[in-house]
């Protein structure tokens, strides 16, 4: 998987939608790491970031490049047999919900000490390192602060121009340049809220069959702030 196949579900259908994948100084590092797992170390990594940095899309995408299971941390079994779920390539995501739960969390110890016998790789998501999930097993918390890193950061400018830029034209929106630079440093800084401003901007556009307006952005960002309170 190199960053050029990367894609992003960028489109308004997520089941149709399959724009391209923006690198940027925020996920560059992150997008070689996961082009790079035939050399992690022991074959296990950790994807840290916060809420719509896109850690769940490069995910998504690597364990369709190596046929990964996909699992949430809080659904991880309890008890019971792990061998069938560490036979083939793991992502376990949002792992630090499990956290706290003695049950879930021996369940991601048993399953990294199977991953390590069987030799598949283990790609585990989180918006925060292990060291402040509030883990309750030590073993796990060893193993997992010993774990390889690596981090995305939130979307800068750039990346979220070209999002904002992509995710209007697969709307058919033409848009003017000067709209997206004045919701760049006004904007929450993410992908998810990209979508839901472009989102938003279609319905009002479409309610008054006019096109996209820096009045119509403030409008929405306002309505956004309202509810934020």
Same mark, same amino acid.
């Given at each position: ?6 894609t992003f579900d960028l489109g308004h259908?997520?089941?149709?939608? %399959? !724009? ?8 560059? +590092? ?12 022991? %074959? ?7 809420? !719509? ?24 079994? +309890? ?22 739960? %003695? ?13 390590g016998e069987t030799g598949q790789p283990l790609l585990i998501t989180a918006?925060?390192?292990? %060291?402040?999930?509030?883990? +309750? ?42 709209? +997206? *630079? ?43 702030? *309202?509810?934020?309170?």
């Amino acid at each position: 998987m190199t960053a050029r196949q990367l894609t992003f579900d960028l489109g308004h259908d997520p089941a149709l939608g %399959r !724009g391209a994948f923006f690198v940027g100084p925020s996920n560059a +590092v992150a997008v070689a790491a996961l082009d790079g797992w035939e050399g992690w170390p022991n %074959r296990r990594m950790l994807l840290v970031g916060p809420a !719509g940095s896109g850690k769940t899309h490069l995910a998504a995408i690597w364990a369709g490049d190596v046929g990964a299971r996909r699992i949430e941390g809080f659904t991880l079994p +309890v008890q019971g047999d792990l061998t069938g779920l560490a036979s083939g390539p793991v992502v376990v995501e949002n792992a630090e919900d499990l956290a706290g739960e %003695r049950g879930r969390e021996s369940g991601l110890f048993h399953l990294w000490n199977l991953m390590g016998e069987t030799g598949q790789p283990l790609l585990i998501t989180a918006a925060l390192p292990p %060291r402040d999930w509030g883990l +309750v097993l030590p073993d796990l918390a060893s193993r997992l602060l010993s774990a390889p890193v690596t981090r995305l950061e939130p979307p800068d400018d750039g990346l979220l121009s070209a999002v904002l830029v992509k995710l209007f034209a697969d709307r058919q929106l033409a848009v003017d340049p000067t709209v +997206v *630079a004045w919701l760049l440093p006004r904007m929450d800084r993410s992908i998810a809220a990209a979508r839901d401003i472009v989102g938003r901007l279609d319905q009002l556009s479409l309610q008054r069959r006019a096109p996209v307006s820096r009045g119509m952005a403030a409008e929405i960002l306002d309505f956004s702030s *309202a509810q934020a309170d």
